[in-house]
């Protein structure tokens, strides 16, 4: 059974970085067709898509986080990473990982985290 | 960004009623359009991708329809477990967006 779970400090500094990082295990983290993603949800809102890698190295992030947001992939360790520079309290949320399952153009999120919730405040 | 726009915000119901959530994209992203479930302190659980087919282990009454820029959420029979926040997510370009949620509550 695919299991994602993310891991990284809960409180985080205005102007610093957020690192969080997502092990996924039951799985390799190297199939082709699956992509993980990072989605982030502020406390009582929507979810919002952050940024997605393939274990080839691809990234692809919103445009509208793009400046700050950096995602990789480390395939010896079946891990994922995200680091969002320059933080604010707009990026207090619940943070998850996700797989997403691509097929025909397609894209599932099928698998997903628990969630880390990321505050920042001073 | 394509703007997904979920109505109602909100809705009560009882068990046993059938409920239809509706969702538009503000321009047309064919049928690459998922239906989330998630409960209150978990994550997002995917109910249907492409419009309008199941995801592997969702109950049947569970349906989804719709192209273009109207999509439809119904439960044919709501039941317990059921209650939660129904959320879309357009997948047709980058960035993926999702609606604001739909939260179904006991009537």
């Known amino acids: 059974q695919l299991q994602l779970q993310e891991s990284g400090p809960g409180l985080v500094k205005p102007s610093e970085t957020l690192s969080l990082t997502c092990t996924v295990s039951g799985a390799s983290i190297s199939i082709d067709n699956n992509y993980w993603g990072w989605i982030r949800q502020p406390p009582g809102k929507g979810l919002e898509w952050i940024a997605s890698i393939y274990y080839s190295g691809s990234t692809y992030y919103n445009p509208s986080l793009e400046s700050r947001v950096t995602i990789s992939v480390d395939t010896s360790k079946n891990q994922f990473s995200l680091k969002l520079s320059s933080v604010t309290a707009a990026d207090t949320a619940m943070y998850y990982c996700a797989r997403i399952v691509t097929d025909g153009g397609y894209s599932d999120y099928d698998y997903w985290g628990q969630g880390t919730l990321v505050t920042v405040s001073s | 960004d394509i703007q997904m726009t979920q109505s109602p915000s909100s809705l009560s119901a009882s068990v046993g009623d059938r409920v239809t959530i509706t969702c538009r994209a503000s321009q047309s992203i064919s049928n690459f359009l998922n239906w989330y479930q998630q409960k209150p302190g978990k994550a997002p659980e995917l109910l249907i991708f492409?419009?309008?087919s199941l995801h592997r282990g969702v109950p049947s009454r569970f349906s989804g329809s719709g192209s273009g820029t109207d999509f439809t959420l119904t439960i044919s029979s709501l039941q317990p477990e059921d209650f939660a926040t129904y959320s879309c997510q357009h997948t047709y370009s980058t960035p993926p967006t999702f609606g604001q949620g739909t939260k179904v509550e006991i009537k």
């Open positions: 492409a419009a309008s």
